[in-house]
């Protein structure tokens, strides 16, 4: 509904425009990966499969920073697909690090559109707004983490997040 939108508008901008508190823990991946995965309606004809490492992972970043990036990657990953497309959860250790990669394989960005993904107020969507990656980039750093994406186009798209892993 409209109020919905509204809310969510306000909502990013107002996240975006304020200092977010952090507050760091212990987190396992595995969690906090399956309550992004239910946060988001995949729709008909979409799946959301998850690959866990054998080893439990943890994370050490702020809980509620760590739901929202996964959401907003998992959400546009299944916005991106739309209808007959998979999205894959992924992660695992690299280099004393945990890299989480969201991957779909969607249309893919457009090579002229991958350098401004993280722009704040740019987007390709018609309902977006383009805070949601501007703001999960920040989220990332403020975990002394970071969030990159690959895509081209007609081939999908991967973003990885990468956090200090929880020794």
Request: aromatic share 4%; charged share 25%.
């Amino acid at each position: 509904t409209e109020l919905n939108t509204t809310n969510r508008i306000v909502t990013e901008l107002l996240d975006y425009a304020r200092q977010p508190q952090v507050d760091r823990r212990a987190i396992a991946v595995a969690d906090v990966v399956a309550k992004a995965i239910r946060n988001v309606e995949p729709g008909e004809g979409v799946e959301l499969n998850c690959r866990e490492p054998s080893e439990p992972v943890s994370v050490v970043a702020d809980r509620i920073h760590l739901e929202r990036i996964l959401t907003n990657l998992v959400q546009n990953a299944v916005q991106a697909v739309a209808e007959h497309g998979e999205v894959v959860v992924s992660w695992s250790l690299a280099d004393g690090q945990v890299e989480i990669c969201v991957k779909d394989n969607g249309t893919g960005i457009m090579p002229g559109n991958l350098e401004k993904i993280f722009e704040p107020l740019f987007t390709t969507k018609a309902k977006g707004i383009g805070l949601g990656l501007p703001l999960s980039r920040r989220y990332a750093e403020l975990n002394d983490g970071k969030l990159t994406a690959e895509s081209s186009a007609g081939d999908g798209s991967v973003f990885r997040l990468r956090l200090p892993q929880n020794h």
